[in-house]
């Protein structure tokens, strides 16, 4: 960097802080908001935090060891602060330890690849040495049936061919107009045509794998590509006895194109892991009591497990920082809250929902008395769009508390009111489906669908701190504002709209937490 460009940006960086400082002073923020955005400014503890989270703690699948350190790494920060925190047993589920790894491609060439057991696979008690069989495009069940004798002792590739490996937005970007048009229509036609020969199977994704172990595979493999290069979702096995395994786009590609062409590719596979019974499921519950309402609550919500196919950073260790650190900052800064502040960190979000919807079931005086939820649960981004949540009167009060956060953080926030319910999607469905004003805070993508969200992608690295903090001063100020209102806030339902048939919808309903792993795994 040249002297007259250093002059440049420390120019630029004076006039972007004087303005962030004149928005400040022009709204004249509340004095404990201002509290609020000082110390995330000047003392956020958000990179630590998700230091001690991502990078110690690693992956939090549930029933792992790896979730049970995340749930008692959570108590042992809140307690640190001073803020009362417990662990809350919510069932049980199978305790299953991810191993070392092992996947290389020994004919007609040797390579290390790309790919990784997936969760609750089945180990390899020594290493497999097979030929690799691809999953062909079947015209009809005939075909399928006479295929499936050929799997004995092989490992099948079970997932469609992406001839097309860059992600879309390239193609769109460099390709003519022609050349682009054509290659769309092609990924259309050969998706259809997969989808198609799976109905022919008379299987799905979940089902085939268990009828390709009971005629004898070696091993399952999959490419769950997410259509950008290099990320693949990491879910769960689907085998009982036999390895299940993600491989990279780029190998999987590799591998079936010389199947197909008859060159007999072979793999070893030695795939390390431990099933060891069962262990507790959790939920971290921290409390700031209140000290005149103490029986009334405001929850601010983040599910703490994830899927390991990487550590899980933004989904969702973003939110899990956020809560934690807008608490730490209410902690210092609002001494005197009226209500009962509830830092909610859920386990077994990712298989349903599990954590809260059993803290609904078991705290019915809690979900009668809750003033609002803010989840967070949407990547790293900063928060862009807010949803009333289908109550009649959430711009009432929704604008009142927003309207009190920094405006240089609100000014990014698109409402919509009165909005409607969530049925799922994440934990502020649980609370909505009892009539609870509960926020779910829709972030901006950052690539999160295809790039991060349950990929092998979704790292510490992936973090954007800057809108990490702008998250957090705005959870602690909605909090602060939620919390100043004289009553509980009114949860009039507005007239659900028609569906696309006329038919008018229904506002969702409770679900039953599962409280073990007997509904999830093939017995």
Not at 257 to 268: D, E, N, Y
Not at 271 to 291: D, H, M, Q, R
Not at 361 to 370: A, L, Q, R, S, Y
Not at 421 to 437: E, I, K, T, Y
């Amino acid at each position: 960097m040249n002297k007259f460009t250093s002059i440049a940006c420390i120019a630029f960086l004076s006039m972007s802080l004087s303005l962030k400082a004149q928005q400040q002073s022009s709204q004249q923020l509340k004095p404990i908001i201002e509290n609020f955005v000082q110390e995330t400014e000047q003392r956020s503890q958000l990179e630590q935090l998700a230091h001690e989270l991502l990078d110690q703690v690693g992956p939090r699948l549930v029933g792992s060891t790896g979730g049970q350190r995340s749930h008692d790494w959570a108590i042992s920060t809140f307690q640190k602060w001073n803020i009362q925190a417990r662990n809350e047993q919510f069932g049980t589920w199978r305790n299953w330890e991810r191993g070392i790894s092992h996947i290389d491609m020994i004919s007609p060439w040797v390579k290390s690849l790309d790919a990784t057991q997936l969760a609750w696979s089945p180990a390899t008690k020594k290493p497999i040495t097979a030929e690799v069989i691809a999953m062909p495009v079947f015209q009809s069940q005939a075909e399928f049936k006479a295929w499936l004798p050929k799997v004995k002792g092989k490992i099948v590739l079970m997932s469609q061919l992406q001839n097309y490996g860059r992600s879309d937005y390239q193609y769109k970007e460099f390709a003519t107009e022609e050349s682009y048009a054509k290659i769309t229509e092609e990924k259309k036609q050969a998706a259809d045509a997969w989808k198609k020969s799976l109905e022919f199977t008379g299987f799905n994704n979940n089902t085939l794998p268990l009828e390709l172990e009971k005629n004898g595979a070696s091993a399952v493999a999959i490419s769950y590509w997410t259509g950008i290069m290099g990320a693949n979702r990491i879910f769960g096995a689907k085998t009982k006895t036999i390895p299940m395994i993600d491989i990279s786009n780029e190998d999987y590609g590799t591998l079936y194109r010389l199947a197909q062409a008859g060159k007999a590719p072979k793999l070893t596979i030695d795939v390390k892991s431990e099933s060891k019974g069962t262990l507790p499921t959790y939920n971290t519950i921290a409390e700031i009591k209140g000290k005149t309402k103490p029986n009334e609550y405001i929850i601010l919500s983040a599910h703490i497990d994830s899927w390991d196919g990487s550590t899980g950073a933004c989904d969702n260790a973003t939110g899990v920082i956020t809560v934690m650190e807008a608490a730490r900052m209410i902690q210092k800064y609002y001494p005197n809250n009226q209500r009962t502040i509830l830092v909610c960190l859920w386990g077994s979000e990712e298989q349903g929902l599990n954590g809260s919807r059993a803290f609904v079931e078991d705290h019915p005086e809690i979900v009668k008395n809750t003033q609002a939820v803010f989840n967070f649960d949407s990547g790293t981004g900063r928060i862009v769009r807010i949803n009333g949540g289908g109550f009649e009167k959430a711009y009432d009060f929704m604008g009142r508390w927003l309207y009190a956060a920094p405006n240089y953080i609100t000014k990014h926030i698109e409402t919509t009111y009165p909005g409607n319910p969530s049925s799922g999607g994440s934990d502020h469905a649980s609370f909505l489906a009892h009539g609870v004003p509960a926020f779910m805070m829709g972030s901006h993508s950052w690539g999160y669908g295809g790039y991060t969200w349950h990929t092998n992608r979704d790292s510490y690295d992936k973090i954007v701190f800057d809108d990490i903090e702008y998250n957090t001063i705005l959870a602690a100020s909605l909090v602060y504002m939620a919390d100043q209102e004289a009553e509980l806030v009114n949860r009039d339902r507005r007239a659900m709209p028609l569906d696309k048939d006329g038919n008018t919808t229904t506002w969702p309903e409770p679900r039953k937490a599962e409280r073990s792993d007997d509904y999830y795994f093939v017995k």
